[in-house]
């Protein structure tokens, strides 16, 4: 699924949403270069990777954070959430989507610097159990976002 376009990057210094989360448990982040990239808001790439996916894809994503992380989605559509995700913080260079659960809180920034595209995930854990889920779902996480972020830059692409 991962393409030379998107890499795993070091999780960048300055990121919203990092000081509510001192110590996160869990923490990665993925680039993706493309020539489209401005053309697209934060908020839109993430609506695009996450809203625009295959059916199938998009069902076990809500069934992955709603079933097996526990996490608590908003309603889909929402103008305030992103696939059941709340938005909880926007501007013109990052949006931060976030989900909880009583595992733990997730959130997701997605940056537009450029033609770069940084998607970060964020995991603060509330109970050690947590841990363990999110381990189990980490590898498909790293196969997930690289995939998503491929398919967004084709619609940038086109946009």
Known sequence: MTTSRVRRVRVPRGVPG????????????????????PSLTPEQWARTAFEGAPGALRRLLVTSWSGVLGLGLGPRPSPRHVLGRLVSDSGPGSVTLEARSRLMTARNVVRVDGTKVV???????????GRLVRSAAAPVHHAVIP?????????????
Not at 18 to 37: H, M, R, W
Not at 119 to 129: A, I, P, S
Not at 149 to 159: N, Q, Y
């Open 18 to 37: 990092v000081g509510a989360f001192t110590a996160p448990g869990y923490a990665s982040a993925f680039e993706l270069t493309a020539p489209g990239a």
């Open 119 to 129: 998607w970060t995930t964020l995991v603060r854990f509330e109970h050690r159990m």
């Open 147 to 159: 995939h998503l972020l491929t398919r967004a830059a084709g619609t940038a692409a086109r946009g």
